[in-house]
C-alpha cells in the first residue's frame, strides 16, 4: 500500500508515530511561516503542516506548489494539534510533513470540489468523476451501497436465493417499449432488454426455487420525464406457497428492517389501505400519509343551493388547510393559478376563510350564507383560522386535482419533512384499465397478476370492477414497490390474455413458454419489486434519483461524459445486419 | 403461508406434530393397501403415507390419480417410520396424510426429474423450467448464491464499496465485438452494452472511491464456442494507493476465503510464476498445476546425431509419463494422433520407452542408440517403467502441442481430479501481442495495462519483449481471473493508444473522457476482474458453466426456451430508425 493509514483514521492515540498517507489536496493555507494542507480520500481529511525554518526548504517550495486536487502522498509524524477542530474526526491532530512525493498533478477543476459546489447539471455530468469526489455524491453512493447490503442480508435470512436471470431476452409488445439488440448471428432478428425479470421469477417459481430474490438492472426506452432513467435498478423479489398476506408481511420486514439497519428508525408496523379509499380520501393511489388532510366529500351540503358549478358537478370535495385562514388574496390567488395549469387541469377553486373570529369569507359568498359555510366546516371539521379548499366537477378528475393541491398545501405547511417517513400498503387495485388511446382494456400492473377468485363474474360483465390481488408499497407518497399474486394456471392466464386482446397465436407467441409451465406443475406463488434508485433517495432525502446512481444518463437519455448513444461504422451495421434509415 | 413445515424439515422430534407441507409429487409407491408419496420441494423429500382401511377412502383414491410433478397440499400427523431411510434428512418419519388438496396438475414431463435424467442438452433447455427441479442443477445456483455471498463478504469486510455501473455505454472498438442498442430518441446513435466495466471503474478510483468491486454482467458478441455465453457475469474489481503486490495479496485472500467458507477448503498461499516460466515449463500461460510433469528441453542432447527432424528444429522437447512404459503400439499410436490432430498440429510424436529392466524402446532406434536415450531420460528425471514424449520444431508452436499433450497425460494417469484445487498466480505478462490478422500490435490486456518502467525503453526498439504490470489467477488450468496495474497519467495512455494504432482523433473520441480524467488528479490505481461463471463451475466440479446459469444460451446464441432472439415489428423498427438490409 502507498500508505500506512487513511485521512479519516489518525487520533490522539496516534501522536509520535511516522505515517504515510495519500489522497487529494482539498486545499492549502499559507501563512508565511506557516504552511498547512487539507488531506482528501475517501475516509476523512487530515490536516497536514510545515513550518518554515523547521521543514526543509525544498519540501515546503513542494508543498507551495501544489493546486487543489493534487494527488499527493506524505511522509512525515502525528502531533497535536494546538487549535483543535471539532467538526473534523482527525480534528486534534496535524500530521508534520517530512516527505512529500506528488503521484499526479491536477488541472484545475470547472467546478469547485465542495459539499456546495459552484457547478451546474450539465458541468457536473460532463465531469461526473470530479462530481463523485463531492462528499454529499460520495455519501448517497456509499448510502445505496449499505441498503444493497442489508437487503441481501434481510432476504437471505429468511432462505430467499438470489439467482441471476438474462439481459439478453425477448421482446414484448405489453408495456412500455423494449431497448433492443440486434443478432449479428441470426440476421434480422433481435434481443431485447428486460423491463424486468417478471416471466423468469415466476418460471424459478414452477422450478421449485421456492424464494426468490436480485437486484437487477432493467430498462424502459421511455420518452424521459425528469427523474426518469433508461436503466434503473430493482430489488425483485418472488414466493411461492404464500398467500397475499405472506408478502406483505415479508416485505414490510424488509422496509422495516431497512429502516432499522440503514437509518437507526423504528418504523412502526405498514398500515393498509385498499385503492378505492385512498383514491376517496386522497385523489391518489400513492398518498404522502405524513399528513393527514383528508377528502371530505361535501355533496349533500354544497349541492342544490343555486350555485351551478357545484350543482352541476359529479363530485364536490374539500380539504382544510390548517391557519391557513389567513391567507392573503394574493396568496389565494396562487392557489387558484395553481390548480388552473394544464398539468392539474381545475377549471377554478372554491375557498372558504373560517376566520379567527369565526366568521366566513368564502369565493362563493354570493350562493351560500354562513350557516352553509358552518355546515361545510363541520363536515371538514375545520377550526376558526382554517382555509377549506374546495373543487369540484367528474369524480376521478376532481380527485386528482385535489390531490395535487392538498400535497402543495401539505408542502407550504411543513408536513413533507424529508426526515419523517410514512409507509402504507395499497392494495385491491383493479385489475384493468381502459385505454382511450388503444381503445381496449390494459393490465394495471402486468398481465400475470391474478383476479381476486370473488371479482371473476365481473370480468364479462363489467371489466373496470374487477379488483386484483395487487399491491404497492409506498412511502412519503412514492410508489417504492408494487407487486401480485400470479396466475398459475394455463386456463386462467389464456383468459387474460384475450381480455387484454391477444389472440391466441400472439399470446401463444410471446408467452406460450409461460403458459406451458403452468401445465408442468406451476405452484401458487407471488411477489413484489421496489424501485432501488428512488428508494436510496427516498432514505437519502433527496428529491432526485440521480446522485444515488454513480453514472446517470441525462433527460434526454444521454451520457454527456462518455458521450453515448453515438454513431458506429457502417462497417460493424453491415456486420449486425441493418442499417440507419434516412 | 400454505404450508407449517418445508419438505426438508421434519424430525423425530416432531412425531405426533400435525404438519402441513406443500410441494412436488416426486414419485407414488402403491403396494394395494398402503400407498407411499414422496413430496418434493428445494429443501428437501418428506415420505407421505396412507393406508387401505385406515385413511378415508376418497383420500386414497385421491392420492392414487396424482402423476409426477403434481403439486399438492397435505395436512396429516408425523409419525416414525418402521423402517428408516438414513439418506434422507427426513428419512426417519412419515406423514400419515388428512387432508390432500391439488394445487396444480402436472403434464407428464418430457424427461424424468431424477439426479441422472433421460432428457438430452436441447430437450433440458427447452424445458429449463424443469431442468431447474433436478437437484444437481438447483445445487449449483445454490453453490453460486453462496459465492456471491462469500464474494461480498470478504470484499465489504475490507471496505470495498459496490457500485453500479452503466449497462448502456459506448462502442468502442478494441478488443471483442460489441452488442449495440439502437436508440430511438436519437436516431442513427447507438449504445453499446459493456464488454466489462472497465473506464468506468478507473474513473471511480479518479473520484477517490479508493476500493470498488460489482458482481456484474457483461457481454461479448463473439462467434460462440463451446461453453462460451455471450453474457456473463464478472467479480469486477479496483484499488487505489497500491502496487501489484497489494492487488495480489488482496485477492488471494478473496481466494481462500471462498475456499474456506464454500468448500472448506485451506488453500495454500498461492505460488507465483512468471509468464516466461509458465511457456518454458508448461508451454501455457494457464498451466494445470495439480500435477508436475514439466517439459524438458532436450536441444543439447537431442541434436547432432543425425537425426533431421530434430536437428532443424529450434526446439526439442520433452515430458516424462511415470508409469506408461508399457503403453501398447495401439496407445502410443492413439497419442501420435493425438498430436497431429489439426487442432494441436504437430507432425508427429517421438516416444522412448523407458522399460523397467532398464532397457529403451523408441521410435527413434535408428538415429539413437541407449546411451543417447539415457541422456535424455537423466535430463527428464525419468525412471525405469516411464514413457518420455518429444515434440519438435518452432518453439512456441512446439510448446503449445506439448501443452495439450501433458493435459491429456495428465487426465489419463488421473492427475486432474476436480476435487483437488491448484491455483496459480501467473505474473508480468507481455504487453503486446502481435496480430497478424491486422499487421499491427494489439493489447495483450487492454490498452489501459500499464508497462513495466524498466521496460518502458524497449517500447520502439522491441514492443514484444516489453513486460505488463499485468497478472493472471490460475485455477487448475483455467484462467479465473486477471488484471493489472493500470496507467494513470495521461502522456503514458497517449503514447499507449499510439502504439496500439489509433490515431490522435480516434483516441480521443473514444477515451477522451478517460485521458481528460488522467489530468484532474488521478492516483495509482489497478484491479482485476474473476469470471464468475467459470469460478462457480469449477468450485463445483463441473466441465461446464452451463448448469451454474439459471437460464443459458446455446452455442448458438439462443434461448430455445423463451425463443430469442427473434423478429421484431416494422412498426418497432421504424420508431428505432432502422431497418434489416436484404
Redesign the interface.
Known amino acids: ?3 500506512t493509514h487513511t485521512c479519516g483514521e489518525l487520533r490522539l492515540a496516534h501522536v509520535n508515530q511516522t505515517v504515510t498517507l ?3 489536496v482539498q486545499r492549502t493555507r499559507d501563512k508565511g511561516s506557516l504552511l498547512w494542507i487539507d488531506l ?4 476523512g481529511i487530515t490536516q497536514l503542516f510545515l513550518e518554515e525554518g523547521k521543514s526543509d526548504p525544498q519540501l515546503i517550495a513542494a508543498a507551495r506548489s501544489l493546486g487543489r ?3 499527493i ?1 506524505v511522509t512525515g509524524k502525528v502531533s497535536e494539534r494546538i487549535s483543535k477542530n471539532d467538526k473534523l474526526a482527525t480534528g486534534e491532530i496535524e500530521v508534520k510533513v517530512e516527505q512529500l512525493t506528488v ?5 484545475t ?1 470547472p467546478f469547485t470540489i465542495e459539499d456546495e459546489t459552484d457547478g451546474g447539471d450539465d458541468l457536473r455530468m460532463k ?4 462530481d ?2 463531492r462528499t454529499p455524491v ?1 455519501e448517497s ?2 448510502l445505496r ?1 449499505k441498503m ?2 442489508q437487503t ?1 442480508a434481510y432476504l ?1 435470512s429468511l432462505n430467499f ?11 414484448t ?1 405489453e408495456g412500455a ?17 428486460p423491463q424486468s425479470p417478471q ?2 421469477k415466476q ?2 417459481m ?5 424464494r426468490y430474490y436480485q437486484i437487477v ?1 432493467c ?1 424502459r ?1 421511455e ?2 420525464r425528469a427523474d426518469r432513467q ?2 434503473f ?1 430493482q430489488i425483485d423479489c418472488e414466493m411461492a ?3 397475499q398476506e ?1 408478502v406483505l408481511s415479508t416485505f414490510e420486514g424488509l422496509i422495516r428492517h431497512l429502516f432499522k439497519s440503514v437509518k437507526g428508525i423504528d418504523l412502526t408496523s405498514v398500515p393498509r389501505m385498499s385503492y378505492a379509499d385512498a383514491m376517496t380520501h386522497y385523489g391518489s393511489d400513492k398518498p404522502d400519509t405524513r399528513f393527514d388532510m383528508k377528502f371530505v366529500e361535501l355533496n349533500t351540503v354544497a349541492k342544490g343551493k343555486g350555485f351551478g358549478v357545484f350543482d352541476n358537478a359529479e363530485l364536490v370535495v374539500g380539504i382544510c388547510a390548517s391557519g391557513c385562514a389567513e391567507y392573503t388574496r394574493k396568496q389565494l390567488d396562487e392557489l387558484t393559478e395553481f390548480v388552473k395549469r394544464p398539468q392539474v387541469g381545475a377549471k377554478g377553486l372554491v375557498y372558504v376563510q373560517y376566520k379567527s373570529d369565526g366568521t366566513f369569507k368564502s369565493s362563493v359568498d354570493k350562493f351560500y350564507g354562513p350557516d352553509d359555510l358552518k355546515q361545510w366546516a363541520d363536515a371538514l371539521h375545520a377550526k376558526p383560522g382554517d382555509l377549506i379548499l374546495i373543487l369540484s366537477g367528474e369524480k376521478n378528475a376532481t380527485r386528482k386535482q385535489l390531490s395535487e393541491l392538498r400535497l402543495l398545501m401539505g408542502e407550504r405547511l411543513g408536513l413533507r419533512d424529508k426526515t419523517k417517513f410514512s409507509a402504507l400498503w395499497v392494495l385491491d387495485f383493479p385489475l384493468l384499465e381502459w385505454s382511450e388511446e388503444t381503445n381496449r382494456w390494459h393490465a394495471m400492473h402486468h398481465p400475470f397478476t391474478s383476479p381476486k377468485p370473488e371479482d371473476m363474474a365481473l370480468l364479462d360483465s363489467d371489466p373496470g370492477a374487477v379488483r386484483a390481488n395487487a399491491y404497492d408499497m409506498v412511502l412519503n407518497g412514492t410508489e417504492i414497490g408494487g407487486g401480485s399474486i400470479r396466475i ?2 394455463r386456463a386462467t392466464q389464456q383468459l387474460m390474455f384475450s381480455k387484454l386482446g391477444f389472440s391466441d397465436e400472439e399470446a401463444r407467441k410471446q408467452f406460450g ?1 409461460l403458459m ?9 406463488h407471488g411477489g413484489i419489486a421496489f424501485g432501488f434508485d428512488r428508494l436510496c433517495s427516498l432514505f437519502g432525502g433527496a428529491e432526485s434519483i440521480r446522485d444515488f ?3 446517470p ?1 441525462n433527460n ?4 454527456v ?9 457502417e462497417e ?1 451495421l ?8 434516412d
Chains 1, 2 share one sequence.
Do not use: C
Open positions: 500500500m502507498l500508505r495519500a489522497g487529494w482528501r480520500d475517501r475516509y486536487e493534487y494527488v502522498r503521484l499526479n498533478a491536477a488541472k477543476p465531469y461526473r468523476y470530479l463523485l469526489r460520495r453512493l456509499q451501497h444493497a447490503q441481501r437471505d436465493i438470489e439467482v441471476e436471470t438474462p439481459v439478453l431476452i425477448k421482446s409488445p417499449r423494449d431497448f433492443v439488440v440486434p443478432s449479428r448471428i441470426h440476421h434480422g432478428e433481435f434481443y431485447a432488454l416471466t423468469f418460471l424459478l414452477v422450478s421449485g426455487f421456492d438492472k430498462f426506452d420518452d424521459l433508461p436503466e435498478t406457497f404464500i398467500t405472506d398459475h394456471d413458454f406451458d409451465a403452468f401445465e408442468f406443475g406451476a405452484p401458487p446512481i454513480a453514472f444518463k434526454a437519455g444521454r451520457d461524459m462518455i458521450d453515448t448513444p453515438s454513431t458506429i461504422s460493424q453491415k456486420e449486425l445486419g441493418i442499417q440507419v434509415r
